[in-house]
């Protein structure tokens, strides 16, 4: 799995963009680039475009063990959406997202779009 990160200085947000194969490490090296960016400490904002991924061999254990890494402190106090328009990897990321179960640590939705992600994310 391979991931691109830009900065959008308008809204503040740290935009991600995933693409090949999901794999384990490949998300643990997108979340240590997003937690190390200095953009991160500003407005702990993060939208995932999840839309060139292929969850195809990402099993449902890869994805509550996912749920498990993610619970990490490191994303305490932000908010994160999840841009997944195809069905597979909208019904894998609502997996995560009830795996996750992280109300207490950081908000995170599922989005089809960017646009809905975006309104949400910069909402008061």
Known sequence: MHHRIEYDEATETIVVETFGDA?????????????????????????IDHTGIDTTAFSEEDVRELAVRARAPGYAGSRLALVTPSTSVFGRSRQYEAYLDAEDLYELHVFRDRPAAFAWLTRP
């Open 23 to 47: 794999s384990l490490a490949g998300f643990d090296a997108m979340r240590a680039e997003i937690l190390g960016h200095p953009g991160f400490a500003k407005r702990r904002r993060v939208l």
